[in-house]
């Protein structure tokens, strides 16, 4: 099924770089978490009367009362996926692409593992540095909000929460190591997947500004994603935060598949 | 049937770049040298046999096994030195060969030990600072630790000093003993000539030989330059040995090209007083032109 020597050498390699991405995630979520102010009406608020376009951009237009409502509102709009998204980038690269890129594919492929099994390793090995991602946001707002405010997050709003943000970043994490799997040079790779993400941020911002743009939203895989929804527990939201779950599985698939079949120039 | 089997591949890259219609065969327990000059299309061939491109057309098989489908399986087998060498720069040369070893399901690691003492390598740095010699050395250690019965080697020696291609040789000819299967490219005409049997000759992408080494070194040529004390003898042997001629540059000197006939030149030349004389092995190139008739 999968390669254990390579899944460790993976972690030891790769280490650093998902500690780093924690650590801002960590400033931002601390922060935001902190802002929260349940009596006052929140300073947050009172700087998005005074810009609100920029605040509808980043989808931190109408933020709610309640602190599961105001930590999603300010966190999972853009914070949550831009960051994690710049480190699926560089991973998914790091993975496959990198590997055929420079010729050390040679060394993973040396022994009677078949490309399949080599190449799924990696992607099991995307999906859980993601799942050590999420895991450690979530303790990290959980525990921030228990510290400051006891009892005021709404635990079951907030693990439906998360369940979508996962499958936004199964989907996002699928289409990069699909281009990974599809590019023998590092720099198309990278390129391409970046690209594909940052028009679907962009268009989710634009979207996100006024009516007149709001039909964009149809044009972006962030719209998948509805934290209003999840919070809501709306059968609607399930669905797409289902579409995004099946959407990246399988691009993962697909980029095993293409890999298998693929002329390698090492 | 046997060991490596390239019957008819051809893959192309378009503007006469890659191979076309290539077969040959290496025999168990046979040194197969494939020879070319750059972009031949020797890596080409090679990582066909390695199951990492797959011929337009063509089949390639290792021990009867189809080396594309077969990849993993033919592997457990083979030891690969690739002729474009790349590691993982983040490790060290002894990680990265403790990596390797557990890729290949090692149980430890095997003959690298013993291989890094007889190539005086010391893996203890960094990957990424290593000398081209060093990375070598590492890429030699990895494709024979485990003892494989047949050996592919891309441009074995590149990078290596003189005296480590002695070592290399050295190894090739201990291995050839051990009964391994072992196809080598490379640019270098004597290292092919010490070691193997036969030689496989390619050019912009087709066969032009394949026979054993001594029928190749029939016609391998040497240039032969000498200079005499004085033009008269020169020209008296330019009369006496028609295969020589006159250098452009200085009348005393007369350039030939000689194969079997070396003998007789040198005796020739015994009958005058030499003053210098300088033999050039033909280029790799050179030689191709001269044995195979040009460029037609
Ligand atoms: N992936 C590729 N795409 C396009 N052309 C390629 C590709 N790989 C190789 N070629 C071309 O095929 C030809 C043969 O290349 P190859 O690397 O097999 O030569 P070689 O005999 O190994 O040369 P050298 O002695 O320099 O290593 C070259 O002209 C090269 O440019
Ligand atoms: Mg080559």
Redesign the pocket.
């Known amino acids: 099924m999968m390669n254990l020597t390579l899944y460790k050498r993976e972690w030891k390699a790769n280490w650093v770089m998902l500690v780093i991405f924690m650590g801002v995630l960590t400033m931002y979520a601390t922060m935001i978490v902190s802002m929260f102010d349940p009596e006052m009406g929140d300073s947050l608020k009172v700087m998005a009367e005074s810009m609100p376009e920029v605040f509808a951009a980043f989808g931190m237009a109408d933020v709610g009362q309640t602190l599961l409502e105001f930590v999603t509102g300010y966190l999972y709009g853009i914070l949550l996926t831009a960051f994690p998204a710049v480190y699926i980038i560089i991973l998914a690269n790091r993975l496959v692409a990198k590997y055929v890129d420079n010729g050390s594919m040679v060394y993973l492929l040396s022994g009677p593992q078949k490309r399949a099994q080599i190449v799924r390793t990696q992607a099991v090995f995307m999906v859980t540095s993601l799942v050590v991602m999420l895991v450690y946001v979530m303790g990290v707002i959980w525990m921030t909000s228990e510290l400051l405010f006891p009892k005021e997050l709404e635990m079951e709003g907030f693990l439906r929460v998360n369940a979508g943000l996962f499958g936004l970043w199964i989907l996002l994490g699928g289409v990069c190591f699909l281009c990974s799997c599809i590019w023998?040079e590092s720099k198309t790779a990278i390129g391409i997947s970046s690209a594909v993400v940052v028009y679907s941020l962009l268009v989710q911002m634009i979207s996100q500004v006024g009516d007149k743009f709001e039909n964009l939203k149809y044009a972006t895989p962030m719209t998948l994603f509805s934290v209003d929804g999840l919070i809501a527990n709306e059968s609607e939201a399930w669905i797409m935060c289902a579409v995004m779950y099946g959407a990246g599985v399988l691009c993962f698939v697909v980029g095993v598949s293409v890999f298998k079949k693929k002329?390698l120039?090492i | 049937m046997k060991t490596i089997e390239i019957n008819h591949i051809t893959k192309d890259?378009?503007?006469r770049?890659?191979?076309f219609d290539l077969s040959f065969q290496v025999n168990q327990g046979e040194v197969l040298g494939f020879l070319?000059?750059?972009?031949?299309?020797?890596?080409?061939?090679?990582?066909q046999l390695m199951g990492y491109?797959k011929p337009d057309s063509g089949s390639v098989s290792i021990l009867g096994k189809d080396c594309f489908a077969h990849a993993a399986e033919i592997q457990s087998s083979l030891g690969y030195l690739p002729?474009?060498i790349a590691f993982m720069d983040s490790m060290n040369g002894m990680e990265f060969i403790r990596f390797v070893a557990k890729m290949k399901r090692m149980k430890d690691l095997g003959r690298a030990p013993e291989l890094m003492e007889q190539f005086e390598l010391d893996a203890s740095g960094k990957l990424k600072k290593m000398s081209k010699g060093m990375k070598q050395k590492i890429g030699i250690v990895c494709a024979f630790m485990q003892d494989p019965d047949i050996l592919i080697l891309?441009?074995p020696t590149s990078g290596l000093d003189p005296l480590m291609q002695n070592r290399f040789v050295d190894l090739i000819l201990s291995e050839k003993k051990r009964g391994k299967t072992i196809l080598m490219?490379s640019?270098i005409f004597e290292e092919i000539e010490k070691t193997c049997d036969r030689a496989a000759i390619?050019r912009a992408?087709e066969l032009v030989a394949v026979d054993s080494m001594e029928k190749l070194c029939s016609g391998k040529r040497k240039e032969l330059q000498i200079t005499f004390a004085e033009e008269q003898m020169a020209a008296a042997y330019v009369q006496a040995f028609d295969k020589a001629e006159c250098a452009a540059a200085n009348k005393r000197t007369v350039v030939m090209k000689v194969g079997k006939e070396l003998d007789a030149a040198i005796k020739q030349a015994g009958n005058y007083t030499v003053t210098d004389m300088d033999i050039h092995t033909q280029s790799l190139e050179d030689f191709f032109l001269h044995f195979y008739g040009g460029d037609e």
């Open positions: 023998n002329n120039p | 890259y378009g503007g770049r890659g191979v070319g000059p750059n972009g031949a299309g020797k890596t080409t061939t090679i990582r491109i002729g474009e891309d441009e490219s640019h390619i992408g």
